[in-house]
């Protein structure tokens, strides 16, 4: 394998990369790839309000509270993030499409991107203006040797199987964002020798605790890691 990682950026959330609602549109013009962290802790029942008929009986396919969670939360914090990018008036307006491996797209508005991801308490929403694949993991313990065959994951195997989790887990981001990106299953990506050589990576290590990491074509761009601020965000929102 030739492909090395980029560098894990270190990114802490504080005041200068909190983002209101109102102040999405700057950074959507000044940016071609926008990521918002969301915890799962502000989730609140009434936040189904913001679900569609279809989405609702979405939700209840999920067989574990937490899975129930993350769905809603996501969809609500993803719908009033594209109210303000589309300048659409009101949240019904947002007609989401899921695909095949999961890519969520937006019915009318071929141009926009979206990748979601969840570990832990942790929602990454991302909305792009190019095809991205992103994806966080919590730091923690981890066992590799399930994928030791992986040739992805040589230079990260330990000799007893177990690995610092920054390697291995920012390793597995980058395979995620890439499957994702790619449209692609993760596992089947497993047997591959390499990262596909037109895809640029970033990784950014949250908070000391967790590591997210996104994928794009070969036309960078520029991309910014925000913690969405979500006053405002509740049933007395416009529907």
């Given amino acids: 394998m030739t492909f090395s990682p980029p560098p894990l950026t270190p990114w802490n ?21 926008l990521t918002f962290l969301v915890d799962l802790d502000y989730y609140h029942p009434s936040f189904s309000t ?92 981890m066992d590799i040797r399930k994928v030791k065959s992986c040739p992805l994951f040589y230079d990260t195997e330990a000799g007893d199987g177990k690995e610092h989790p920054h390697n291995f887990l920012q390793m597995w981001t980058l395979l995620e964002a890439s499957s994702k990106l790619r449209d692609r299953n993760t596992y089947a990506c497993l047997t591959e020798n390499d990262f596909p050589p037109e895809v640029i990576f970033v990784s950014y290590c949250v908070n000391n605790a967790s590591i997210f990491s996104l994928a794009s074509a070969s036309d960078k761009g520029t991309d910014v890691l925000l913690w969405l601020d979500t006053a405002g965000i509740g049933v007395s929102s416009e529907f």
């Fill in 50 to 141: 913001f679900l569609d008929h279809g989405e609702k009986e979405h939700e209840l396919r999920y067989k574990t509270a937490v899975s129930r969670k993350r769905f809603v939360v996501s969809r609500t914090f993803l719908k009033h993030i594209l109210r303000q990018v589309l300048g659409t008036t009101a949240l019904s307006d947002i007609i989401l499409i899921r695909k095949k491996y999961g890519r969520i797209l937006i019915d009318n508005f071929p141009g926009i991107y979206i990748s979601l991801s969840y570990s832990g308490t942790w929602i990454a929403i991302t909305v792009a203006k190019r095809k991205t694949g992103s994806d966080i993991e919590v730091l923690r313990p």
């Fill in 13 to 33: 959330a504080t005041n200068a990369n909190r983002c209101t609602l109102e102040q999405i549109v700057p950074y959507w013009e000044d940016n071609d790839t």
